[in-house]
């Protein structure tokens, strides 16, 4: 299971093994130089923050290193007696809509997944789905698979997967959740935002990866 120190701890030695400091590698990936800073991997109540999935794809980008590498840098000295791999169910996004994928949790059941080797994400229900077309751009491109967790915990900001109770299947940003409604910011602006009733949602799910 991937715990919040394994992640910063494979940052900061995916940082050294290449040279730079944490802000020095924020820095070559574009990003703010503070992003990786100790004092943002926690809130001031002592509420832990983990990083974005956008951000680790930008470093794995930036310095050349692959997802295998990233997930050795986790615990390198556990690597060879640990399983840190499992193997998640994918599907074309275009196909998640369609009936027989997912139970009423939203979590994948019957035929048809393929089967995409991931790092363990402490979900056994954890699910992919294969981006397909450029309406997620600039964040998803066509050919990006995004894991999805049913059981991970949802805050505002997150980028989840919903379904509605009429089978239409939307990734979006949650910007608001209220108890009876939630507002959904579109990935690609050219695409409208949404707001649904809690009612008219059959389930919610966050994204916690872009293999990209």
């Known amino acids: 299971m991937l715990r919040h120190d394994d992640i910063w701890r494979a940052i ?22 503070t992003t990786f800073n100790r004092s943002k991997r926690a809130t001031g109540d002592g509420k832990l923050r983990w990083p974005s999935t956008e951000s680790l794809s930008k470093i794995l980008s930036a ?7 990233f997930v050795a840098l986790i615990a390198p000295s556990q690597v060879q007696t640990r399983n840190t791999t499992q193997r998640i169910p994918v599907i074309g996004y275009a196909q998640a809509g ?6 009423e949790a939203g979590c994948p059941i019957g035929h048809g997944w393929d089967q995409l080797l991931f790092p363990d994400v402490g979900d056994c229900q954890a699910y992919a789905l294969e981006i397909s077309g450029d309406s ?6 066509d050919g990006d698979h995004i894991v999805i967790s049913p059981s991970a915990n949802i805050r505002r900001g997150d980028r989840v997967v919903v379904r509605s109770v009429a089978g239409e299947v939307l990734i979006k940003q949650l910007t608001r959740e209220t108890a009876t409604r939630m507002e959904l910011k579109s990935i690609n602006p050219a695409h409208p935002d949404r707001v649904f009733l809690k009612g008219d949602v059959a389930w919610m799910a966050r994204i916690i990866w872009a293999s990209q």
Do not use: H, I, Q
């Open 12 to 33: 900061d030695r995916l940082a050294s093994a290449k040279g730079l400091s944490v802000s020095g590698l924020a820095k070559l990936a574009g990003l703010d130089p």
């Open 63 to 69: 310095t050349g290193a692959s997802l295998n590498e």
């Open 98 to 103: 369609d009936p027989g994928y997912f139970d």
């Open 136 to 141: 997620m751009e600039p964040v998803y491109r």
